[in-house]
């Protein structure tokens, strides 16, 4: 993959989150979560490359754009598969949290998972504990591994988990096993992310959340050198016939990291509010400062971008 695209790809999701985060607080998701579309699709357009949604905004008649199977880019150039979420974390934008952001993950043709809109139990781990996790077992018996390939106790260990009434059990047992929990609103993939930081002061994600969530963030940790596994969880009859339709026959299997996001994945994203992982978009008097990351798998480069936007030059933000 031309390594240029790399900026390229910073353009986009500068774009999103610019967009966007002028609606922080504001209470409408819809609204924060359709300017950031608009603004990555617009930009994406002049990217030289010819490129297919398959990670987007839903399935064509559910999306007017960035749907599954659309085409994006000046069609010349690298021929790409787009793992896109213009706004990680609407609900988080809507309320003022933090941890929203604009992420986009590419890879050649054939290396990103098509995956159903439905959820998916994840485990994720940073580059120390890589190869120590099973998603098959029981939480204590992970923890114990990662705490082992750590070089720490299961007491220090720090587990993200969002916060839902699905992951009942699941918080009793990581308490059970005596491990340090996080619970958070909204937004997995900067959690996921988050593991391979050692100043984020998280160790594993763990808990069901959105399977195209779990792709983009399987590309993410692909490009640190973590470690990711999945299962789907189809809620009903509906659901089991929409992995069917997208070829998924065994809703059963483990989907390691390389099965979801497998060679050369680029990463970009830009922080909309602050967080963890990266500072939100920051306006003043006729412009706006904004904080990204992106990451080549090829070379694990990680490069933090901060860019000061003029917009007596950028009239369209």
């Known amino acids: 993959m031309d390594r240029n695209l790399a900026m390229e790809f910073v353009r986009v999701t500068e774009a999103a989150a610019l967009s966007c985060a002028r609606l922080m607080g504001r209470g409408d998701e819809r609204a924060a979560d359709q300017a950031a579309t608009e603004a990555m699709r617009r930009v994406l357009a002049s990217v030289q490359i010819n490129g297919t949604i398959v990670i987007g905004e839903g399935e064509r008649d559910e999306a007017p754009m960035l749907y599954i199977g659309e085409k994006v880019g000046t069609g010349s150039g690298s021929e790409l598969d787009l793992a896109v979420d213009p706004l990680e974390g609407t609900t988080i934008l809507a309320t003022g949290g933090p941890n929203a952001l604009a992420v986009i993950a590419s890879a050649p043709k054939g290396n990103l998972f098509h995956a159903p809109d439905i959820y998916m139990e994840k485990i994720a781990v940073g580059p120390k504990a890589k190869g120590a996790v099973d998603i098959t077992k029981?939480?204590?018996?992970?923890?114990?591994?990662?705490?082992?390939?750590?070089?720490?106790?299961i007491e220090d260990l720090t587990v993200v988990i969002l916060n839902r009434p699905r992951h009942e059990n699941l918080i009793k047992e990581v308490r059970k096993a005596g491990a340090r929990i996080r619970l958070i609103g909204d937004g997995d993939v900067s959690a996921a992310i988050a593991t391979c930081r050692e100043d984020a002061d998280v160790d594993v994600l763990m808990g069901i959340g959105g399977a195209p969530e779990g792709v983009i963030a399987a590309a993410a940790l692909q490009c640190f050198g973590g470690d990711f596994q999945a299962v789907f969880k189809p809620r009903n009859e509906r659901e089991t016939e929409r992995m069917q339709k997208m070829g998924i026959r065994d809703h059963l299997k483990v989907y390691k990291i390389e099965e979801l996001a497998s060679e050369n994945c680029l990463f970009a994203a830009t922080g909309v509010t602050t967080g963890d992982f990266l500072e939100g978009v920051r306006y003043f008097k006729g412009g706006a400062r904004t904080h990204s990351v992106v990451?080549?798998?090829?070379?694990?480069?990680?490069?933090?971008?901060?860019?000061?936007?003029?917009f007596d030059f950028k009239p369209i933000y």
């Open 138 to 153: 029981p939480p204590a018996w992970n923890l114990k591994q990662i705490a082992d390939s750590l070089g720490m106790y």
């Open 295 to 310: 990451m080549r798998q090829e070379s694990r480069t990680v490069r933090y971008i901060q860019a000061t936007h003029c």
